[in-house]
């Protein structure tokens, strides 16, 4: 993981990008994010475009 930064700190200190590098594919537990979804009452436009797709 790098933190960028855009601007100088010393301008602007929220000018910060945090880059990871993903590894390997874990497979995601759609009830489980339902679960989720429904407890903490929220729905995700991501969560339903990777779901119709068939990718979860």
């Known amino acids: ?3 960028l930064e855009f601007i100088d700190f010393s301008h ?3 000018n910060v ?3 990871a590098i993903k590894r ?3 497979k995601h ?3 489980e994010i339902r679960r989720l979804m429904q407890k903490y009452g ?3 436009t991501l969560f339903d475009l990777l779901q119709r797709d ?3």
């Open 24 to 26: 390997g594919r874990k």
């Open 12 to 14: 602007s200190p929220k």
């Open 42 to 44: 929220f729905s995700h």
């Open 1 to 3: 993981m790098d933190v």
């Open 17 to 19: 990008m945090i880059r």
């Open 29 to 31: 537990n759609a009830e």
């Open 54 to 56: 068939g990718l979860i």
